[in-house]
């Protein structure tokens, strides 16, 4: 039992590390492309800000498939594919890998906002993110 509780522990505290160790880079990365200090101030309404899509008129934000409750699970607009929470709080396999996060940046803020996000942006968005 003890061992158990004690493997637990080491798999959750190596799993946390390895997050802030992606998204340290990343921001860090953001900086040298001319971010500033990060916030999570804003970043809320800034998830669930609704954006007229120029492409078919639809109205989109983060939280059209990754909720705007960032501890449950979302639903992909497109697919109905069910998305983990976003929050790490609950789901410690986010914010692992600097390629993923970079791919998924570039995909979701093309499709929800029709234009590439910020270095500042995408920082904000992993300040507040991390800390949920
Ligand atoms: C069309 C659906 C959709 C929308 C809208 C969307 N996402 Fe995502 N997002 C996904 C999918 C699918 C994944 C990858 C699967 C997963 O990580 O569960 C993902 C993954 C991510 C990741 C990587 C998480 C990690 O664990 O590394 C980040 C960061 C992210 N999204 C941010 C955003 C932000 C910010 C917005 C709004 C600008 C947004 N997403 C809008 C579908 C979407």
Redesign the pocket.
């Known amino acids: 039992m003890k061992v158990a509780i004690l493997l637990a522990l080491c798999f959750f505290s190596v799993n946390a590390i390895a997050a802030s160790n992606a998204i340290t880079e990343m921001l860090t990365l953001y900086q040298t492309e001319g971010a500033h200090d990060f916030t999570a101030d804003g970043v809320e309404s800034l998830?669930n800000k609704k954006i007229r899509s120029a492409a078919d008129g639809s109205e989109?934000?983060?939280a059209?498939?990754?909720h705007s409750d960032l501890k449950l699970q979302g639903t992909?607009?497109?697919t109905g594919?069910i998305?983990?929470p976003?929050a790490f709080s609950v789901n410690s396999?986010?914010?692992?890998?600097t390629k993923?996060?970079k791919k998924?940046?570039l995909r979701?803020?093309k499709?929800?906002?029709g234009r590439e996000?910020t270095a500042q942006e995408k920082g904000n968005?992993?300040t507040y993110?991390k800390s949920q």
């Open positions: 998830w989109r934000s983060c059209t498939c990754h992909h607009f497109k594919k998305i983990e976003m396999e986010r914010y692992q890998e993923k996060i998924w940046f979701n803020c499709w929800t906002w996000c968005f992993l993110l």
